[in-house]
């Protein structure tokens, strides 16, 4: 159970962050949709949507590909120029 102290707290915490308590909320998100725990309604969504929800992994990954080579060539020319 969670105390009152506690909630007031974390409330805190996010107002006083609310860049990193929406970075850690989308991270947390994108996780649960690549690897939903079993018996999660994640878990439940991704087998109703079947074939669908690997089409969307699939989009996902090279999406994440294109970013990390974006990212890749960037920081290799900021060393290569700063």
């Known amino acids: 159970m969670t105390t009152d ?13 609310p860049d990193a308590t929406g ?4 991270r947390r998100g994108a996780r649960n949709f690549v690897a939903p725990k079993p018996g999660s309604k994640a878990a439940r969504y991704a ?6 929800y690997r089409q969307d992994l699939e989009e ?5 590909d294109e970013e ?3 990212s890749s060539k ?7 120029n700063l």
């Not at 087998?47 to 669908?52: L, R």
């Not at 996902?60 to 994440?64: E, G, H, P, S």
């Open 74 to 80: 960037k920081e290799q020319w900021l060393k290569d």
């Open 5 to 17: 102290a506690q909630k007031r707290a974390s409330r805190a915490y996010r107002k006083r962050n």
């Open 23 to 26: 970075y850690q909320s989308l």
């Open 68 to 70: 990390l080579t974006r």
């Open 47 to 52: 087998e109703w949507a079947g074939d669908q």
């Open 60 to 64: 996902l990954r090279k999406l994440i």
